[in-house]
């Protein structure tokens, strides 16, 4: 083979990865930008609402919503208020994405510190929906 022909075939192979990598990271972008425009309005609400049983059913999966009412959880989860006021929305931390399933790690201010929010989320109906909500805060550590 010609030195030529290999030139040739090593672009070709170059600008092929090249395209499937820019492909990739654009897929990856979309993705990330879509959840975090569901994620954020999801927290503020949550917590603008005081962690209200109306504000989680805006958000929650049917099966989230199953949990909450065999759980005597009608209030939705009060508890919560405990946070205190939500003073920065500071994003996602991290996320893992699965076809219509995501793990979202998004982290919070509120006037007791730093709060990171775990969540299962599915997309159905082309929004995403909490399927399980984790929160983790210094101040929930005595609760």
């Known amino acids: 083979m010609s030195r030529r022909k290999i030139l040739i075939i090593l672009g070709l192979v170059v600008a092929t990865a090249a395209g499937g990598l820019l492909v990739y990271y654009s897929v990856r972008d ?3 930008t879509e959840l975090a425009q569901a994620v954020e309005p999801m927290i ?6 005081k962690w209200s049983n109306e504000a989680f059913d805006r958000y929650s999966s049917d099966e989230l919503k199953q949990w909450f009412a065999q759980h005597n959880q009608a209030d939705g989860m009060p508890e919560l208020a405990v ?3 939500l003073k920065e ?5 991290q996320y893992t994405l699965n076809g219509d ?3 979202v790690v998004a982290m919070a201010v509120f006037d007791v510190g730093e709060t990171y929010f775990d969540l299962r989320l599915v997309k159905r109906g082309g929004r995403w929906q909490m399927m399980a ?11």
């Open 30 to 32: 979309r993705t990330e």
């Open 44 to 49: 503020r609400d949550l917590a603008t609402a």
């Open 83 to 85: 946070l205190g006021s």
């Open 89 to 93: 929305y500071r994003g996602i931390d």
């Open 101 to 103: 399933a995501a793990l």
């Open 133 to 143: 909500i984790t929160v983790d805060s210094p101040s929930l550590a005595d609760k």
